[in-house]
């Protein structure tokens, strides 16, 4: 079992910079691949970074490619987004999700574990 609480999500201006943050609970945290989804008003969720349990391999949506920059310590069992060259339309909820196994899943049904989002919100 895995609880899952992000964090540092807020308002930002286009072209600035944001780090979410994901505190996970459970002492098997170093087993799990995370990922990283959003969904914006009115859209379906949507894939935007994962990375093994190791921290060794990620993988990204092309939308965020370059931007965006997923990392763990599992020693303090999290998970991080670092968001640059934040666009208005990277404005969505933002969900920290936890999945066994080691495949770089970037379905949503693929993951067990959801936290209970952040609100990210980029101006123009």
């Known amino acids: 079992q895995v609880q899952l609480v992000e964090s540092g999500g807020g308002l930002v201006q286009a072209g600035g910079s944001l780090r979410l943050s994901c505190a996970a609970s459970?002492?098997?945290?170093?087993?799990?691949?995370m990922g990283w989804f959003r969904q914006a008003p009115g859209k379906e969720r949507e894939f935007v970074a994962v990375?093994?349990?190791?921290?060794?391999?990620?993988y990204y949506a092309d939308s965020v490619k370059g931007r965006f920059t997923i990392s763990r310590d599992n020693a303090k069992n999290s998970v991080n987004l670092e968001m640059n060259s934040l666009k208005p339309e990277d404005t969505a909820v933002y969900y920290c999700?936890?999945?066994?196994?080691?495949?770089?899943?970037?379905?949503?049904?693929?993951?067990?574990?959801w936290g209970q989002g952040t609100q990210v919100t980029v101006s123009s």
């Open positions: 999700a936890a999945r066994a196994g080691s495949n770089l899943a970037y379905r949503s049904y693929e993951y067990h574990y």
């Open positions: 459970g002492r098997t945290f170093s087993s799990y691949t």
């Open positions: 990375i093994s349990w190791s921290g060794g391999r990620t």
